[in-house]
């Protein structure tokens, strides 16, 4: 008798110990245990609307109220698609100075944009510091080269603050033999190129294409040809530009008149004849900024450089 009362404890307490064994290990597994691995996303993004042509409210939302809507963006303007490994890579990259304007309207755009895109992206705002000639090249060039200390980028979209895609299936991704001219057909242009060899707006390439071609000449202070210099680059290295199809390579342009500190630069032409003798050795091999702060915002990281000043001639 005394036996079995002995026994049914025992196998009481047994089972217990058991059970406990059960919960401990299974409370370690859910917290310890990596989470599956997430399956690549398509490569047509099911949440793509095609083309809607972009009306712009009279005056843009607040930074604080774009980031109110943008719920799944991290600080310093990071994303991932939460429900498949995307397949693009991308650091958007947006020369700037003194254009807030422009710069709430094309992240209120920008943001849902590329999170349709299915893309694990980052957008970039590089900032020149101070009042002196602005110098779009030198900003690239600076702005590209902390933003590839950032993170492993396999694109890089260099993107004028004033452009919105009204397309997209515009996927802001890069082609892996050549360098890419996205702002196909801007409105401003009646949505056709203004010239063959018109390379700017927006620009993809990867982090090799861009060292290839010596990134940005340093030399253009102010407005004008350093687009056309890039385009002599991608061809003087080897490569050409190539374009997705007009047909959803759609841009509207915000209206602007030219900034101060961004006059038109006659000199520009002068340097632009001579690309074909300076890229190998004007460019990221020759470049020289002081990158003056780096700051995680909610929307966007922003970066602050020292361009220096417009050499006098
Ligand atoms: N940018 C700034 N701030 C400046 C100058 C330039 O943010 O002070 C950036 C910005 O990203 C802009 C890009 O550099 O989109 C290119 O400069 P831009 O927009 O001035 O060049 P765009 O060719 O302008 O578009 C031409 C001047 C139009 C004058 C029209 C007069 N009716
Ligand atoms: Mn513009």
């Given at each position: 008798m005394v036996c079995s009362r002995r026994l049914r404890r025992l196998r009481r307490m047994l089972a217990l110990l058991a059970g406990l064994t059960v919960a401990t290990f299974a409370l370690h597994s859910t917290l310890l245990a990596a989470p599956p691995p997430l399956s690549g996303c398509r490569?047509?993004?099911?949440l793509l609307v095609g083309p809607r042509p972009v009306h712009l409210p009279t005056s843009p939302p607040t930074l604080a109220e774009i980031g109110r809507r943008s719920t799944l963006v991290s600080p310093g303007g990071f994303y991932r698609p939460p429900h498949c490994q995307s397949r693009h890579r991308t650091a958007i990259v947006i020369p700037y100075r003194a254009r807030l304007t422009h710069l709430r309207y094309l992240l209120d755009h920008l943001h849902p944009f590329l999170q349709r895109q299915q893309i694990y992206y980052k957008i970039y705002v590089v900032e020149q510091w101070g009042d002196g000639t602005f110098n779009k090249g030198i900003l690239f060039n600076a702005g590209i080269v902390e933003v590839l200390r950032d993170d492993d980028w396999s694109c890089i979209i260099l993107h004028d603050v004033d452009l919105l895609a009204?397309?997209?299936?515009?996927?802001y991704a890069c082609d892996n033999y050549n360098p890419m001219h996205?702002?196909?057909?801007?409105d401003k242009f009646d949505y056709r190129?203004?010239?063959?060899?018109y390379f700017g707006g927006v620009v993809a390439m990867t982090p090799e294409q861009y060292r290839k071609i010596n990134?940005?000449?340093?030399?253009?202070?102010?407005?004008?040809?350093e687009d056309d210099d890039l385009w002599k680059r991608v061809g003087l290295s080897g490569m050409k530009v190539v374009r997705p199809s007009v047909r959803f390579a759609r841009y509207k342009m915000i209206k602007h008149e030219r900034d101060p500190g961004n006059e038109e630069n006659p000199h520009n032409f002068d340097i632009l004849k001579r690309t074909k003798l300076d890229w190998r050795s004007d460019g990221l091999n020759s470049l020289s900024y002081k990158l003056l702060s780096k700051e995680q915002k909610a929307l966007f990281t922003h970066l602050t450089i020292d361009v220096g000043e417009k050499p006098r001639t």
């Open positions: 490569v047509e993004s099911p009204e397309d997209d299936r515009n996927t996205l702002a196909v057909a801007i190129l203004p010239y063959r060899e990134g940005f000449s340093n030399q253009y202070w102010g407005w004008g040809r």
